[in-house]
């Protein structure tokens, strides 16, 4: 209960509040947010040795892949 108050829930805030005062535009900021998942994937992979299944990648490639629309969008 400690660890997600503090780690999960409490510093990630403060972080992401932080981030967010100090750049000038939220767009670049908030698709940090979807890349994310993408870094904790491989940590968990290599860390706590989980298998990486196919529709996981699928669904990391939709992520990117819809950012990269996004900013070729704009």
Not at 3 to 12: P, S
Not at 26 to 38: G, Q, R
Not at 55 to 60: D, E, N, Q
Request: glycine fraction near 8%; hydrophobic fraction near 55%.
């Amino acid at each position: 209960m400690i660890y997600v108050g503090l780690f999960e829930m409490g510093f990630a805030f403060l972080f992401w509040l932080k981030a967010l005062q100090l750049t000038e535009t939220t767009d670049k900021i908030s698709n940090l947010i979807y890349i994310s998942p993408f870094f904790s994937l491989f940590i968990i992979h290599y860390i706590a040795g989980e298998r990486i299944f196919l529709t996981t990648i699928t669904g990391l490639v939709l992520l990117v892949g819809g950012i990269l629309f996004q900013k070729i969008k704009t």
